[in-house]
């Protein structure tokens, strides 16, 4: 497998009030990708017990409507930098290195989809960025 050139930049989230969900815009994968990995960077938070949830929803092109693929992983409950790598067969260890989670119930990556950050308290400020996997 090869990395895709340049990360697609997907979010950009702000400080958020409590209660908010975060989404990104839809993302579009090229051609051939099988995966992805997503990099959230919390770099400012307040106030956050229950956590920042990553979740990864498929948007269906008849209905509009986005659809959960994950599972809910661990929620972020601080600042820092946070992996998840999703593509086929990427295992409960997908590498070494402090907050990289493989998010092992999606066995594809949809060619549409999107990107939420779900909370239930407090405030954060950070960034979500995804790079393609092409084969």
């Not at 409590?18 to 307040?46: C, H, Q, Y």
């Not at 119930?105 to 960025?129: A, E, M, Q």
């Amino acid at each position: 497998m090869a990395i895709a050139t340049g990360a697609t930049k997907l979010l950009q989230l702000a400080a958020a009030t409590t209660t908010a969900l975060m989404t990104s815009g839809d993302w579009e994968l090229p051609w051939g990708a099988k995966g992805a990995i997503f990099v959230v960077d919390i770099t400012a938070s307040s106030g956050i017990t229950s956590g920042v949830v990553f979740q990864i929803q498929m948007k269906d092109e008849v209905s509009g409507k986005y659809i959960q693929l994950n599972a809910n992983p661990t929620a972020i409950t601080a600042n820092g930098t946070y992996t998840y790598v999703v593509f086929p067969g990427a295992g409960t260890t997908p590498g070494t290195g402090s907050g990289i989670t493989a998010v092992t119930d999606t066995t594809f990556i949809p060619p549409k989809g999107r990107v939420l950050l779900n909370r239930t308290d407090g405030t954060y400020t950070g960034t979500v960025s995804m790079t393609p996997y092409i084969e």
